[in-house]
Nanobody, 123 residues
Framework: QVQLVESGGGLVQAGGSLRLSCAASGRTFNSYVMAWFRQAPGKEREFVAAISRNGASTHYADSVKGRFTISRDNAKNTVYLQMNSLKPEDTAVYYC????????????????WGQGTQVTVSS
């Protein structure tokens, strides 16, 4: 069992940066693949990025590759999403999620979710 709490969202101008954090409860954080998803109004929740249990492997959606970086600190039970060169189309609620074993981009395979944090990018 793991509980996830996101923070770091806000309003930023296009071209700016934000860093999201997701703090996890429990003593087995390093047992979980961690991922970020996002959901814009009227759209389905989509995969953004994921990181393996030990942080050695990452995977990104094409739309954020080269602009976003996912990382984790297992000592702090926290996963991060550094977002640079933000665009208005990045505006969404960003969710942290966890699943066991290996990276997967399918949101239905993630059993643990945070409450989400709003990111708004103005043009």
């Amino acid at each position: 069992q793991v509980q996830l709490v996101e923070s770091g969202g806000g309003l930023v101008q296009a071209g700016g940066s934000l860093r999201l954090s997701c703090a996890a409860s429990g003593r087995t954080f390093n047992s979980y693949v961690m991922a970020w998803f996002r959901q814009a109004p009227g759209k389905e929740r989509e995969f953004v990025a994921a990181i393996s249990r030990n942080g050695a492997s990452t995977h990104y959606a094409d739309s954020v590759k080269g602009r976003f970086t996912i990382s984790r600190d297992n000592a702090k039970n926290t996963v991060y999403l550094q977002m640079n060169s933000l665009k208005p189309e990045d505006t969404a609620v960003y969710y942290c999620a966890a699943r066991p074993y290996v990276i997967n981009t399918d949101r239905t395979t993630y059993g643990y979710w945070g409450q989400g944090t709003q990111v708004t990018v103005s043009s």
